[in-house]
Each structure stands twice: as structure tokens, then as C-alpha cells.
């Protein structure tokens, strides 16, 4: 691989592509001028931005999730939805990957979309990013209260007791900087990688008979009742929509996949361990969701009573489809433990989501679309203000205790996750205009730390399905008459609001700053590159001098059990 620092300072470089004048140090480095007051810490190591990446996303969207769409649609309905989002999902990580490993920037990927596409793309990526966070960090802290009501109910504990308790405890890790974050969530990261890996065993040992029943269930569900469980129509049709519908509940479990793109701002020598973690998404896809999936279509039938029931129930172990397996197979004591480790899974979801709110508000103060104060960062490299203002929207927590309220804060729910789709489309448009601004200031692939394995090919396939997606996200509210039901306004508005709002905030912001779609030769490559090639070299010259050094435990104990796995 070529040396990447050589295209900021080598001056042979400028001679490279139509317009070289735009090269190296003609350009002025504004992450240079920043105050050290302005300035996270790169403190997260190779090891925990590895299991941050393979753990991110697992939670309640996997563990719970796939119950309704199972019942819903069927065995190979969602193995075919999973393992197709889950390509996409990978297809938005590599792109996300080939940015992140050129220059890692404090803003994440908001940065890309400002500084490659147009500034107006990076603050409506930006805004609804961060509103998404700021609504979903407080809807997993009433997860967190719900998952404690299987010991403790409503009536003998308060909710709003529950949610004071995580919500304090969430707030103290983020504010103990980016170190202490980042060791809290390995630990939460490998607690979730074992429990998935456990949970893949026991699925497996299930299906082969190994449980009380005695039952080898094989494929036997795939035949009776079927394969497919038609959606809405019958025949084809019915199938083809089956599939589709799967793709929504899948969306839903693989988001915050993309949080590594907001840790590279963070991360020790990132040209390394981005690329390390962006490869690892491709087998964690394909083991912790794919296989899982698979195993567990082979354990309950999509028309089980005990799936139907479970579908009903809150986010408490007893909804999980896994303890309907488990149930089924005749083993009664692991509900309660598997509803431990969903509580580990929430609580690091409202950790790592508060984590993002505040990196996403400081990002777009960064890059000047936020008031100055919120890029402000206390001595440990934490952005303070942003952290603080982030955590004061964690209060709507506490609308869950009135249920009046927990309706209308079920919508704002709903409407968020639709930002979630506009984020992995505004990184697939990012990914497309780097690449050809590269190619315009002669930036050949060796030059990168890590290339899209498909290239710029593969962002514009993913890009055309995740704008599918987005679309018909909501088509059953159009077959009401079909499924005997009445049209849900309410539920149509919070699903599709999102795309209004996103282009409004985009238009609204081109027509106010007067802000155009950048060319090729236009895109800013290489402004803050400088510090961070500083940064690198500063860090790979510690490393240096510490080889051959005393091996900490921690390191000794992850080198040899999931450091040695993944």
C-alpha cells in the first residue's frame, strides 16, 4: 500500500489528475488551527473499537425483533430479508470504511457528507442524526425499566425509579471520557458476543435434538406449515410481500451498525483498526444475525401460539422467539437468565446511543452548523455541553410513567427510524462523490488504508435498494381494506414524516447559506489530515518503543480468547 501521508505534503503529488493545484499544502488544514479546548482524545484502542464494532448493533432488534417478522412472514421470508439487508448493511460499512480509513474526522460521517457532497447534505445528515439519538437514548432507557419488570412489577417499583438509576449511570460513563467509554463498552461488547455465541450453540444442540424433548426438528417447520407464510395476498404474491416486509424488522436490527463511523474521531491509529473493524461486519452479519436467523427458524414454527403470544408482550425476556424455543424444547430455567443479558443489551444501547447524540452534536459545531459552545471539551477530551444538552432530552424518559404520554411517545419512536435509512443512504451519496473527487485529484486505490470491495458500483446498488426500502416502508398501511382494517393515519405520519422533514432541512439550509453540490475537484480531501497524520505517527512511535514491554492482563486475556477469534 502506498503511503497515504505522501498526497498531503509530497509535492510530486500535486502534479497528479487534472487538478492538482487543489492538492497538498495549497490547502489550508483547519483542523490544525482548532484549540486543544475543541479537541476529543483519540483514546480507544485497536481491541475496543474491534468488539465496539462486532457488538454495536446486537440488541433487541435481533433478540426480540425477529419474533414478529418470524410470525409474520415465515422461515425463508426472513432469512432471505436478513441476509439481504445484511448485505446491504455491509455495503454501507465498506463505504463508510474507505472514508473513515483516509481521514478520520471528529464529525464522522456528517463531515464526509459536508465536505465531499454538499454542506446542506451534512447538516441534514447531521441534525436528523442526532435527533434520532436523542429520542432512541430515552426509549432504551424505558427498555431497560420494562426487562426489570420481569422480577419487579409496575406496582412494587416504579418505572421512573428504574429509569433514574440507568439514566445517571449512562450519563457518569460518557462523562468519564472517551477511555473509560470505551473499556465499559468492551466489556458490554463481549458479554453480548458471548451470549449470541451461546445463543447460536444452544440453537444448534436444540435442533439436533439435544434438548429435554429429545425432538430433532431439522427443516421439518420449512414443510409444516411452510416455507413462507403469505403476506396480504396469496400465491406469489403473497410470498414476495412476505419477504418484503421482513426487510423493515431487519433494517431495525442491524442500525448502529454504522457507530463505528462515529468512534473513528476517537480511535488510536484508525487507519488500522477501522479497516480491521469495517471487515469484521461482513462475518459478524453473516454469524450473529444470518446463522442465528437460520438456527432459529429451524426451532419454532411461524404459527406457534406461544410466537403469537410472545409478540404481544413487551421487551422483556417472555417476548424473545428464543425463549419460545426455548420453552418449547422443554428447558425452564434460562427466561430468566437470557432476560439478564437483555438488560446488558439495552444498557449498553442507551450508553453507546448517548455516546453518539453527544459526538454528533459536537461534529456539527465543528464543522460550524451548531453554536461553538457544543465543541467545547473539558480536559479528557469530552464535549461537555453537547454531552449535557444531549442528556437533558434522556428526561423524555420519564413520559413512560404516565401512559397517556407512552402513546405519543411511541410515535416519536416510530419517526426516528426512518432517519436511520436516510443515514445509510446520505453515507452511500458520501462514499459515491469521494470517490470520484479522488479520482479526479489522482488518488489511486493503493494510496488508501481500505477500498470498498465493490467500489463505487456496490454504493450505487445499495443506495438504489435502501431508497426502496425507505419508500415502502409502510406499504401495509395501504392494504388496509386487504388485512380488514382502517387506514392508521397516526402511524402512516410518523413512519414517512422523516423524508419530508430531511428534505426540507436540506433545501432550507441550500436556500439560507446558499450552499452548492460539489464537483470532483472541489471536494476538500485532505484539511485536519495533516493532524491526524501527526497523531498516527505519535502513536505508532509509542507502539514502537513499547514492543517487547510487559503484556497487561486484560491484553493477555483478549489476545487469547475473542481477540484470537475475531
Not at 480507544?44 to 410470525?71: D, F, N
Amino acid at each position: 500500500m502506498a503511503d497515504i501521508r505522501k498526497y498531503a505534503d509530497d509535492s510530486s503529488s500535486q502534479e497528479k489528475g487534472p487538478h492538482a493545484s487543489f492538492h497538498g499544502p495549497a490547502i489550508i488544514d483547519h483542523g490544525d488551527v482548532d484549540s486543544e479546548r475543541d479537541l476529543t482524545h483519540r483514546g480507544l484502542g485497536a481491541r475496543q473499537v474491534t468488539m465496539i464494532a462486532i457488538g454495536g448493533a446486537i440488541g433487541t432488534g435481533l433478540i426480540i425483533g425477529t419474533g414478529k417478522a418470524l410470525a409474520q412472514a415465515g422461515p425463508a421470508s426472513i432469512l432471505i430479508g436478513y441476509t439481504l439487508v445484511g448485505f446491504e448493511c455491509f455495503l454501507v460499512m465498506a463505504a463508510l470504511g474507505e472514508m473513515a480509513a483516509w481521514l478520520p474526522l471528529p464529525s464522522g460521517f456528517t463531515g464526509y457528507a459536508n465536505r465531499f457532497v454538499d454542506p446542506a447534505l451534512g447538516y441534514c445528515l447531521g441534525v436528523n442524526y442526532w435527533f434520532k439519538y436523542i429520542i432512541v437514548t430515552p426509549n432504551n432507557l424505558v427498555a431497560c425499566s420494562l426487562v426489570l419488570q420481569f422480577w419487579a412489577s409496575p406496582e412494587k417499583v416504579n418505572p421512573g425509579v428504574w429509569i433514574a438509576i440507568f439514566l445517571v449511570v449512562i450519563i457518569a460513563i460518557n462523562f468519564l471520557g472517551v477511555r473509560f467509554f470505551g473499556e465499559f463498552e468492551f466489556y458490554l461488547s463481549s458479554i453480548k458476543v458471548i451470549v449470541i455465541i451461546a445463543l447460536i450453540l444452544l440453537s444448534l444442540i436444540l435442533a439436533c435434538g439435544g434438548g429435554p424433548n429429545n425432538t430433532q426438528t431439522g427443516f421439518v417447520f420449512y414443510k409444516n406449515p411452510g416455507a413462507f407464510h403469505e403476506y396480504i395476498l396469496t400465491g406469489s404474491a403473497g410470498r414476495f410481500l412476505a419477504v418484503w416486509s421482513t426487510f423493515t424488522t431487519a433494517v431495525f436490527a442491524y442500525l448502529g451498525t454504522e457507530l463505528v463511523g462515529v468512534t473513528v474521531g476517537e480511535a488510536a491509529n484508525p487507519r488500522r483498526v477501522i479497516p480491521r473493524a469495517i471487515k469484521l461486519t461482513f462475518y459478524r452479519i453473516l454469524l450473529f444475525y444470518v446463522v442465528l436467523v437460520f438456527l432459529l427458524t429451524l426451532l419454532v414454527p411461524y404459527n406457534s401460539p406461544q410466537l403469537i403470544a410472545a409478540n404481544k408482550k413487551s421487551t422483556t425476556a417472555t417476548a424473545s422467539p428464543f425463549v419460545v424455543a426455548i420453552t418449547l424444547s422443554g428447558i425452564k430455567t434460562l427466561p430468566a437468565i437470557l432476560n439478564g443479558c437483555i438488560l446488558v443489551f439495552v444498557l449498553s444501547a442507551a450508553n453507546s446511543d448517548l455516546y453518539i447524540a453527544s459526538r454528533t452534536l459536537y461534529g456539527l459545531a465543528k464543522e460550524g452548523k451548531a453554536p461553538a459552545i457544543f465543541k467545547r471539551c473539558d480536559s479528557r477530551g469530552v464535549p461537555i455541553y453537547a454531552l449535557g444538552l444531549s442528556s437533558c432530552f434522556c428526561l423524555l424518559a420519564f413520559l413512560s410513567v404516565s401512559k397517556g404520554s407512552n402513546k405519543v411517545f411511541g410515535y416519536f419512536v416510530n419517526l426516528v427510524t426512518m432517519f436511520g435509512l436516510l443515514t445509510w443512504i446520505s453515507i452511500l451519496i458520501s462514499h459515491i462523490f469521494f470517490v470520484k473527487a479522488r479520482r479526479a485529484q489522482g488518488i489511486p486505490n493503493d494510496a488508501l488504508a481500505y477500498v470498498a470491495p465493490l467500489g463505487i458500483w456496490g454504493s450505487y446498488g445499495a443506495l438504489a435498494f435502501a431508497i426502496l426500502i425507505a419508500i415502502f416502508k409502510g406499504f401495509p398501511l395501504f392494504c388496509y381494506k386487504k388485512l380488514g382494517t382502517t387506514f392508521d393515519t397516526s402511524t402512516f405520519i410518523t413512519t414517512y414524516l422523516g423524508i419530508p422533514l430531511y428534505f426540507i432541512m436540506f433545501f432550507g439550509y441550500k436556500f439560507i447559506r446558499k450552499t452548492k453540490v460539489l464537483k470532483p475537484h472541489e471536494a476538500d480531501l485532505y484539511s485536519g489530515k495533516a493532524r491526524i497524520d501527526a497523531e498516527e505517527e505519535e502513536f505508532l512511535a509509542r507502539q514502537a518503543a513499547k514492543k517487547g514491554g510487559p503484556e497487561t492482563t486484560m491484553e493477555k486475556v483478549y489476545r487469547l480468547t475473542l481477540g484470537w477469534a475475531f
